[in-house]
């Protein structure tokens, strides 16, 4: 018995049609597998640089983000991005009684050319290459598989205590949370010119990063 079914698997490979059904079969796996089941992951690319600015009396940090999302996963699949929120991790000691600023993003804004500024608000010069427009509030969004996404994040302190001389190097540690867990990366930047209250100071990535 063993040895007719071997004779006749034998037979069956030695059949052309037969390669071809196994490789068309292949094919339809890998397929099924790449369209519709492979569950990837979701990729944040944190930015080359950050923007920093003081707001009101108690100095709570405001900040500007680029982060680009990918989702590496089959067309099929969905990842749903439900919250950004920041930790600037201080490089070396802290002074006592103090703790690291701790942000969460609050809204969405995007980068405007200098006409399409001016045309929706006309004599605002601010004379300045970066014009920052409203998007919107924080809301969750999701991300089809093998797409990507860049957006422009504004995040506000809601717990911590900075100073400025802390800021002048620090770890930035951005945590993405999706409906199955969360994403975390981490950059150090380093601000080569003192955050102040009226406007923003971009922090590129430190030396040593790049």
């Given at each position: ?8 698997l ?5 059949e ?20 519709y089941?492979y ?26 983000v ?8 089959a ?5 749903h ?5 920041a930790?600037?991790?201080t ?19 995007a ?10 608000n006309?004599?605002?010069d ?18 089809a ?14 717990d ?51």
């Amino acid at each position: 018995m063993a040895s007719e079914f071997l004779a006749s698997l034998l037979k069956w490979i030695r059949e052309p049609a037969s390669w071809l059904a196994l490789a068309a079969a292949s094919v339809s796996v890998a397929t099924f597998i790449l369209v519709y089941a492979y569950p990837g992951e979701l990729r944040v690319v944190p930015p080359d640089r950050v923007g920093l600015h003081y707001l009101g009396s108690d100095r709570r940090l405001e900040m500007l983000v680029p982060l680009t999302f990918t989702n590496t996963g089959a067309p099929r699949t969905w990842r749903h991005v439900l919250r950004v929120t920041a930790v600037l991790a201080t490089d070396g000691r802290r002074p006592e009684g103090t703790r690291d600023p701790a942000l969460a993003w609050e809204y969405e804004d995007a980068f405007v050319g200098k006409r399409e500024w001016l045309a929706k608000n006309p004599g605002a010069d601010q004379g300045t290459v970066d014009y920052l427009t409203y998007v919107g509030r924080a809301l969750p969004f999701s991300l089809a598989g093998g797409v990507s996404q860049a957006k422009l994040y504004r995040l506000l302190q809601y717990d911590g205590t900075p100073s400025g001389k802390a800021l002048e190097k620090f770890t930035l540690v951005i945590s993405v949370l999706q409906e199955d867990g969360r994403v975390e990366v981490a950059r150090k930047y380093a601000c080569r010119e003192e955050v102040t209250d009226d406007r923003f100071t971009w922090c590129p990535l430190d030396p040593g990063e790049s």
